[in-house]
């Protein structure tokens, strides 16, 4: 029988969820949300606390055998100043075990434990359509990143402790595929085919940094992180990204929308309308009727992407991820506005990723692509974790896990249905 928003008991304690006699349904002794149920007899100073008055502070939920938790959360509303907000989101399909755990503000973070093989197949870096060559290239640079930035030396199988973020500040982890297709199979595959392939220097893995297209060629680390300059990562010519719809680009902006903009990020004044725009070496000079600013381009860029899909979503950034996609570019005033000009898209160092399409597809190796980007490191054999912790999320304020096949369980316990996590990590099941 499906138990329809029954409360589950998050202790760890068998007993603890008994059902009322001769009944089908759970008789609840307690919430992690501190909500209604039978209320414990109060224990003398001399006793300690029973586990129902021990305030839950995190949940583990544990997916069936071979299954996932298909994983839909939301966020707290904010205030914004977007014509058009959006609010959110976290959709996603999961393996192994989840752990929920409360914040002091009240919402939750997600961190999932899964297989260091399954975390690979689910790098959401490049499409699965493209060439083997260049799967493999990216398939090894991830497993490397991955074993670097969280500066992995155990044995083979042991589990890795340190997490390891799910963003482009780390690397992108989506998960397992919602609807998986049989074009998904082939990035698993490459997964699958460099097992315990790594890019070594000095003998530990290297920080196979990796970015989408160039401006014609890439950077050494020092120039772009100001970090110590690293052999593997030095400049070199690119010539083969120019599949890319980035490997080009431009975008125009009218000058009473610049003005909004620049006055949205605090760099311009209120009813100024912008009339000369001009680039002199690294500034911006803006003036106006009345004012004139000078800004670095981070500033002007950093203001352009943050307010001009915000104020005007209908016309930025148009076919472009953001208004301005790189740091290499070129402003030139027009009638009535400037136009920007510019190359590639992401930080420039290390591995082109259309770059390594566009080397597959001439017929290059995943090794020799590897070592034109990577100062000549080939794949050798290194030892691989086991498990790995993944940072899904923070800031949650409800979740819903749907197991993908009988067998998941919450705390020890087993659940059958969809699982809720709302405020204040109260559960309902079913």
């Known amino acids: 029988m499906i138990r329809r928003a029954a409360l589950i008991v998050l202790l760890l304690v068998a007993a603890a969820c008994t059902s009322s006699e001769g009944g089908s349904e759970p008789r609840p002794t307690a919430t992690a949300g501190g909500g209604s149920g039978p209320t414990p007899t109060e224990p003398s100073p001399s006793e300690p606390p029973s586990p129902e008055q021990t305030p839950v502070t995190s949940i583990e939920l544990v997916a069936p055998r071979g299954g996932s938790?298909?994983?839909?959360?939301?966020?707290?509303?904010?205030?914004?100043?977007?014509?058009?907000?959006?609010?959110?989101?976290?959709?996603?399909?999961?393996?192994?075990?989840?752990?929920?755990?409360?914040?002091?503000?009240?919402?939750f973070s997600l961190v999932a434990t899964i297989p260091f093989d399954a975390y690979l197949e689910g790098i959401a870096e490049v499409p699965a359509s493209w060439p083997r060559a260049a799967l493999e290239a990216q398939a090894i640079a991830a497993r490397t990143y991955a074993l670097a930035t969280t500066r992995w030396s155990g044995k083979e199988g042991a589990e890795l402790e340190e997490p390891i973020c799910s963003t482009s500040a780390c690397q992108v982890y989506g998960g397992m595929p919602i609807d998986r297709t049989r074009l998904d199979r082939r990035w698993d595959r490459a997964v699958r085919d460099t097992d315990g392939q790594v890019l070594l220097f000095e003998g530990r893995p290297a920080e196979t940094l990796y970015f989408s297209t160039s401006n014609g060629q890439t950077y050494g680390n020092e120039d772009v992180f100001g970090s110590a300059p690293l052999p593997y990562l030095r400049p070199v010519v690119e010539r083969d990204d120019g599949a890319s719809g980035l490997s080009?680009?431009?975008?125009?902006?009218?000058?009473?929308?610049?003005?909004?903009?620049?006055?949205?990020?605090?760099?311009?004044?209120?009813?100024?309308i912008v009339a000369v725009f001009r680039l002199a070496g690294g500034?911006?000079?803006?003036?106006?009727?009345v004012e004139s600013e000078t800004m670095d381009l981070s500033t002007f860029r950093d203001a352009v992407n943050a307010w001009a899909h915000c104020l005007e979503p209908q016309r930025y950034p148009g076919s472009l991820p953001t208004t301005i996609p790189s740091r290499w570019f070129r402003i030139a005033s027009t009638r009535g506005g400037v136009t920007i000009t510019g190359r590639g898209w992401g930080h420039g160092v290390g591995m082109v990723q259309w770059g390594a399409y566009g080397r597959a597809r001439r017929g290059l190796s995943a090794e020799e692509i590897l070592a034109y980007y990577y100062g000549g490191l080939r794949p050798e054999r290194y030892p691989e974790p086991g498990l790995i912790h993944v940072e899904i999320a923070d800031g949650l304020r409800s979740l819903r896990l749907d197991p993908s096949r009988p067998g998941?369980?919450?705390?020890?316990?087993?659940?059958?249905?969809?699982?809720?996590?709302?405020?204040?990590?109260?559960?309902?099941?079913?």
């Open 69 to 107: 938790f298909l994983v839909h959360g939301r966020y707290p509303l904010v205030d914004s100043d977007c014509v058009d907000p959006t609010q959110p989101r976290l959709d996603g399909r999961y393996p192994g075990t989840l752990v929920v755990e409360r914040a002091d503000d009240g919402t």
């Open 248 to 272: 080009h680009w431009s975008t125009r902006i009218p000058y009473g929308d610049l003005a909004t903009f620049l006055h949205a990020a605090g760099e311009w004044g209120k009813d100024e």
């Open 408 to 430: 998941a369980e919450v705390n020890g316990e087993p659940v059958e249905g969809p699982v809720v996590i709302r405020e204040g990590l109260e559960v309902l099941v079913g």
């Open 283 to 289: 500034e911006v000079a803006v003036r106006g009727a």
